[in-house]
């Protein structure tokens, strides 16, 4: 199919470019640093693989929307989108590969790191899992992948990789960081003390794709948690977050021009 060849095509460049490798050395090089920390300097009494989630997810997040911003827009400045369509791909092709390109750097890039600094994982962490590992590597694929195709997304209506930067940097400060003050601050401040998370909180914070998995499992809320907290909904909010934003894609950059 032609969208593969554009993934294809997407893929190598990434290695051709070093940008494979050097998003993969970034990351390794983090997950070095923050397993070892975690598992020996940390005032944690016990640490786990699921104690690895929050921060390496911000990074995550980063990661993704640091590969999706200029996928579209980089190429429209260079002028080399106007070949890649000539080759001949649809649009919807172009939209698609390049999403399908992106997320496999962010696959490679998650596995590989936590491939290589899983010694760290089996010989300081308490009671090592391989399946809670191999569950942590799992979660951190759905934000990095979703933020790919909310990039792409800012990619396809932009002109301009100024504005697309900008977006990218406010996309990945809302997302890796301020919801998650938000979420304190009201939690802190608007709730009075000692008062039960409101389910609608709990929504709020699941919205983010992050947290999809923050269901009523998660939270102990028992049998009485309603629908959107039920661990089924955690698939509709991450289908959302792939599926919006990869229509807006393609219907902005469908009705755009190449000039």
């Known amino acids: 199919m032609s969208m593969l060849q554009v993934a294809k095509k997407d893929f190598q460049d990434?290695?051709?470019?070093?940008?494979?490798?050097?998003?993969v050395g970034g990351f390794t090089a983090f997950l070095a640093f923050?397993?070892?920390y975690q598992f020996t300097m940390s005032p944690m009494t016990t640490t786990t693989?699921?104690?690895?989630?929050?921060?390496?997810?911000?990074?995550?997040?980063?990661?993704?929307?640091?590969?999706g911003y200029k996928s579209i827009v980089g190429e429209r400045e260079s002028g080399s989108l106007k070949f890649l369509l000539g080759a001949p791909h649809t649009r919807r092709d172009v939209v698609v590969g390049k999403f399908l390109g992106r997320a496999a750097v962010v696959v490679v890039t998650v596995v590989v790191g936590f491939a290589v600094v899983g010694v760290h994982y089996a010989v300081l962490a308490d009671s090592p899992s391989l399946m809670a590992y191999a569950l942590l590597i799992g979660k951190l694929l759905?934000?990095?992948?979703?933020?790919?195709a909310v990039a792409l997304a800012f990619s396809a209506a932009n002109r301009s990789t100024t504005v697309a930067t900008w977006g990218a940097i406010v996309l990945a400060i809302v997302f890796a960081f301020a919801w998650d003050t938000v979420f304190s601050i009201i939690q802190s401040f608007m709730l009075p003390p000692d008062a039960a998370t409101p389910n609608w909180l709990h929504l709020i914070i699941r919205l983010n794709p992050k947290f999809f998995y923050m269901d009523s499992n998660t939270l102990e809320l028992g049998d009485t948690a309603p629908f959107y907290l039920e661990p089924w909904f955690g698939g509709v909010i991450v289908a959302g977050w792939l599926l919006i934003p990869l229509g807006l894609a393609y219907l902005l950059f469908e009705r755009s021009d190449l000039a």
């Open 14 to 23: 990434a290695i051709r470019s070093l940008t494979l490798v050097a998003v």
């Open 34 to 36: 923050y397993t070892y």
């Open 49 to 67: 693989a699921a104690d690895l989630y929050q921060s390496t997810a911000n990074v995550v997040v980063v990661i993704g929307t640091l590969l």
């Open 142 to 148: 759905i934000p990095g992948v979703v933020f790919v």
